[in-house]
Structure formats: C-alpha cells, structure tokens
C-alpha cells in the first residue's frame, strides 16, 4: 500500500509501477519536471516542493492503479499504430491509462482525462489520476491521455492530434474494452 510516505524508490521499484512510472509526471528529460529526480522525496515531500499537489490525492490515484494491477486489468494502451510510432518516434509516449467503472457498470459512461503541466510536462500523478479514480468509483470509464509535449521542434498541433487519436483509438475498440464512446466527455487541468 502506498501512503504519504512512500518515496520515489520505492514507487520506482514496486513492480505494478514500472510500466507507467514514466507518465507519473511525464516531460521529455524524463525527470518528472525535476519532481523525480531525488529518489528519497515522498510523496508529501512532493506536496511540499508543489503546495497546490495534493500528497493525499497521489496516495488514492497510486492506490487505485495498485488495485487494478492486483486484479489484472490492462491498464496502459499505446494511442498509436506500432507504424505510426516508428514513423514518428514523439508518438511513443501517447499512451492512454486505464481506470475502468467499478464493476456491474456495463452502461457507465467514458471520459477522457488530459492532466496539464504547461505543455512541458503531463502531471497526471497530482491532477489526472485521483481524479480519474473517483470517476471510476462513481461509474464512470476513464482513460488519463499522456500526450506529446515540448521539445524539439514546434508543439502545436500535436497536443490536439493525440486527443483526436486518444478518440479514434477508444471508438475503434469500443467492445475490446468494453466501453461505449456514444456520449464520452474530455476533461483538462
């Protein structure tokens, strides 16, 4: 179980966070917009560097995914083609992360979460996740986008084709994931 305590190592190296430790706080130097650079920083270390990054919410959003990779539930999908991502290597990290309607939903309705970060990091760890795990607890399918962000080259439009991709990806497999994409909503921070 993860708490207010626990630091970065030992997120780093729980087995059920090594596929998705790189979208906690996804950028392109890959240290969590300087956040996951010291391994020994808590999660309430993390709340203290960033007052308004709630310790307590980053404990239920890292809680619920633990639950989900307990029961073995996909959890990361790649938005784009294995094609596509070797046409274009920035595609890569346009993942969309799981957390599906608690269970007896099969009618829940789907939403699709885009933390911020000013275009320079996605900081799913403090908005998207907590978030996308109380949705979840009301009914609600929700898939937290890790999208493109600055780097090399010019950014936009790229944000608003991965949540167009995000999209087509979810209705294309609409009744592999068990979702319905009729009457989806976006959300952003």
Known sequence: MITEATSLKELKMHPAM???????????????????????????????????????????????????????????????????????????????????????????????????????AVCSLCEAFPVAAKMRELGIHVFCLNYRVAGKGALFPKPMEDMAAAYAFLKKNEKELGICMKDYAAGGF
């Open 18 to 120: 090594k596929e998705i430790w790189p979208y906690l706080i996804y950028n392109n130097a890959g240290d969590g917009a300087g956040n996951l650079k010291d391994d020994n920083l808590s999660l309430s270390g993390i709340q203290q560097k960033n007052p308004t990054w709630n310790a307590s919410d980053m404990v239920y959003g890292l809680n619920t995914i633990l639950n989900l990779a307990e029961a073995r539930k996909p959890f990361l999908y790649s938005v784009y083609s294995e094609k596509e991502r070797a046409e274009d290597s920035e595609k890569e990290c346009v993942k969309l992360m799981f957390f599906p309607a608690k269970e007896g939903k099969e009618d829940a309705k789907t939403a699709i979460l885009a933390a911020g970060g000013g275009y320079g």
